[in-house]
């Protein structure tokens, strides 16, 4: 039976932080998981969640001055490591499960040096998450809303995986980037589904309910895994 969580980076933009929580519970549902929380304490947003009788899942490493977060970017090791400190320590707090560690935008760089580097700083993350019992993941993100980023197929999120081989390095597998970037989403997800930590879901190619759009969702979570 399918868990569902809000994801409260889209719903209810109109609300602050603990506002959106409330309603999420309100709402019915029993998890969220947040894009960038930093405005409001770990604390407060830890008493949120309890008062709103929900789970707390992923947040994102912060956007930093690239929109995108810094992964994957060379040279900047350290305000990445920064940043993913940052992230853990709000997480393992407020009482959530996991981290997504935003890749960057590595720019004209040569792209095995750009994977050199993400390694190390999953490394890095994996390890520093692991001491708290977070999960750390990762979602590539498709090139028509994030143009440049460091990896758009979830295949390369796999081949990361891989790469840096901590049990604690999962896919965030996002239907919406999926079907947006490759197509064939059940298909992908039927093959990656024990690499996954997180699903997320969204109409193709609105990112609006997913009761529209190219992605038959009823059909969805029966035959995923087949």
């Known amino acids: 039976m399918p868990r569902f969580s809000a994801n409260l980076g889209f719903l209810w933009p109109d609300r602050d932080l603990p506002a959106r929580i409330a309603a999420a519970g309100r709402a019915g549902f029993k998890a969220v998981e947040l894009h960038f929380p930093y405005d409001v304490p770990a604390a407060a947003t830890k008493a949120a969640v309890a008062a709103a009788g929900v789970e707390l899942l992923g947040i994102n490493t912060a956007a930093g001055d690239s929109g995108a977060g810094l992964g994957a970017v060379p040279g900047r090791e350290a305000e990445f490591r920064a940043l993913a400190a940052q992230a853990i320590d709000y997480a393992a707090e407020a009482g959530g499960t996991a981290v997504h560690v935003m890749a960057g935008r590595p720019g004209a760089v040569d792209h095995e040096a ?84 997180l699903v997320q879901i969204a109409a193709v190619p609105s990112r609006a309910e997913p009761d529209e759009g190219e992605i038959a969702y009823r059909a969805f979570s029966t035959n995923s895994t087949g």
Do not use: C, W
């Open 114 to 197: 750009a994977h050199a580097v993400f390694v190390q700083n999953l490394e890095f993350a994996t390890a520093k998450a692991a001491a708290h019992g977070l999960t750390i993941l990762l979602e590539p993100l498709n090139p028509h809303d994030m143009p440049g980023y460091f990896y758009h197929r979830i295949e390369d999120a796999a081949d990361m995986q891989d790469r840096v081989g901590a049990d604690n390095l999962k896919l965030m597998f996002d239907a919406y980037h999926v079907g947006r970037a490759q197509g064939d989403v059940v298909t992908r997800l039927r093959a990656l589904f024990d690499r996954i930590g």
